[in-house]
Nanobody
């Protein structure tokens, strides 16, 4: 069975950085696209970044230039480097994998099949 486990969340001051990790198992890691999503209290879950099987990436407008998604296939790990963090970035962050083809809306949560439990990111002023 596919399993995804996030780590690396925590509390940081505005302007700081965090690196989230997502360890995967139970699938051929390099063959599918994956993404990072987040959900803040009282708000819907939103797509943050996605990466395809070839390493191509896409980002939400709110994080472009600040966040970077990457992966290490040999280590079965997905990463999200977050720089210049803002209080608005405070949320529970989830990684997810899609077993389907890349679409024109790769940041839509409906296109993903398996999810991790999440890791909390809190950014203070």
């Amino acid at each position: 069975q596919v399993q995804l486990v996030e780590s690396g969340g925590g509390s940081v001051q505005a302007g700081g950085s965090l690196r989230l990790s997502c360890a995967g198992s139970g699938y051929t890691f390099s063959s599918y696209h994956m993404g990072w999503f987040r959900q803040a209290p009282g708000k819907e879950r939103e797509g943050v970044a996605a990466i395809d099987s070839r390493g191509g990436t896409i980002y939400a407008d709110s994080v472009k230039g600040r966040f970077a998604i990457s992966k290490e296939n040999a280590q079965y790990t997905l990463y999200l480097q977050m720089n210049s963090l803002k209080p608005e970035d405070t949320a529970m962050y989830y990684c997810a994998i899609s077993l389907r083809a890349w679409t024109s809306r790769p940041l839509s949560e409906s296109g993903y099949d398996y999810w991790g439990q999440g890791t909390q990111v809190t950014v203070s002023s």
